[in-house]
C-alpha cells in the first residue's frame, strides 16, 4: 500500500474499506467506525477494570484513570467554575475519545479516526450545538449581547456584530480542522519517510545505509507524534471548556 | 484525499456510526464509569478529612494532658519550695531559741560569777582595811612609841576613800 508502482502514496491511508464482511458493507460500518468501538472499548475498560479494586491505595491502572479523572475534571473546574461540573462528563469522553482516537492511530495497520474532517467537525458540531443551546437556556434572549460587547460605542456595532457573529461560527471550523491538519499532516510525513526507507533500501549494497537516514527521521516522528496527539486532545478539550464558560458567563 | 470525497457513501454512515457510538461512550461514562471514580475519589477524600480530623482531636487530647503536666510540676515545684522555706524557718525559730536559752544561761552566770567577784572584792577590801590598820598602828608605834588607833583608823578610811575615789 505504501510503495505502488515506485511512487509515494501517502494518501491511500485515509480511505474507508468496509468491515465485518457483508454485514458491514450492508450497514456502511467502515474500519474507522471499528476503530472508534475499540476506543470506545478501551475508554470503558481503563475506567471500569481501573476501579474494579476500589482501593484507598490505588494500583497502577487504578492511579493512571483517577490521574486522567482529575485532570480533566480540574481542566473543566479550572475553565468553567464549580457550574463546569455538570459539563465534566462530556469533556471528558471527549477529551477521551479524541486522545484514544490519536493514539490508536499511532500502532502499525491502525486507522486513526481524528484524521477525517467528517469526523472533527461531527465533533466540534457537537460542541458547537452543545454550547449554543446552554447559552440559550441560562440567558434566553439576552445571550444575543454575547455579540456586541458592552461599553463599544453604538456606531461600531455594524463593525463589531458580524465579526462577533463570524467569529462564533468559525469555532466549530477552526476547532475541527486543528485536529484533522495536525493528525493528517503527522500521519503523511510519517508515511513519506517510511516510504523513504523502502524505496532507497531497495538501492543496492548502500541502500540499507541511506535508508538509516529516514529510518531515524520517522523514529523521532513518532515520539513527536505521541505528544501532538495528546497536545491536540488536551487543545480540543480546553476549548470546549473556554467555550463552554462563555456559554455560562457570556465574557 | 480521501477524506474530501463527501460522495462517498461510507462517509455519511460514518458520521451516523461516531453519533452513535460517541453518544453510546458518553452515557456508559457518564452514567456508570465516572461515577465509580468519583465514589472512589470522594470516598479516599473523606477518609483522609475523617483521619485528619482524628489526628487533630489526638493533638489537643495531648496538649490538654501537657498542660496538665505542667500545671502538676509547677504546683508540686511550689509545694516543695513552701516545704523547704517553712523548715528553713522553724530551723531558724529553733536556732534562735536554742541560741537564747544558752544566752540566758551565760548571762546568770556571768552575773552570779560578778556577784561572787564583788562579794570576794568587797571582803578583800575589808580585810585590806584592817591590814592597813594595823600595819599603820604598828609603824606608828614603832616610830613613836605610842599608838592612837582612832586617829589611825580615820586616816585608813580617809586613804582607801582617796584610793577608791580616784
Redesign the interface.
Known sequence: MAVEGKTIDA??Q?????VLGAVGRS????Q??MH??VA?LL??AL??VG?RA???VPGRL?AS??TI??FVQNLVVGQVGEEGKRF???V??LF??VLFGNMLGLLPYAFT?T?????TF??AF?VFVLITVVALARHGMHFFSYFFPQGAPLWLAPIIIPVEVVSYLSRPVSLSIRL?ANM?AGHVMLKVFATFVVLLGGLGVIGPFVAALPLAVNIALVGFEVLVAFLQAYVFAILTSIYLHDAVHLH | MPQLDFGNPLMISQIVWLMIIFGLLYFILSNYALPRVEAVLEDRRARIAADLDAARAAKAEADTALAAHAEATAKARAEAQAAIAAATAQAHAEAQAHADTLNAKLNAQIAASEARITVARDAAMGALRQVASETAESLVAKLTGRADPAAVGRAVDTALAARAGS
Open positions: 494518501l491511500s485515509f480511505e474507508l474499506t468496509p450497514i456502511g460500518f467502515s474507522s467506525n472508534m468501538l470506545g475508554i470503558v475506567l471500569m476501579m476500589r482501593a484507598v487504578q484513570a483517577e479523572y482529575e465534566f462528563p462530556f471528558f469522553t477521551m475519545f479516526y484524521s477525517h474532517i467528517a469526523v461531527g465533533l457537537i484533522f493528517v
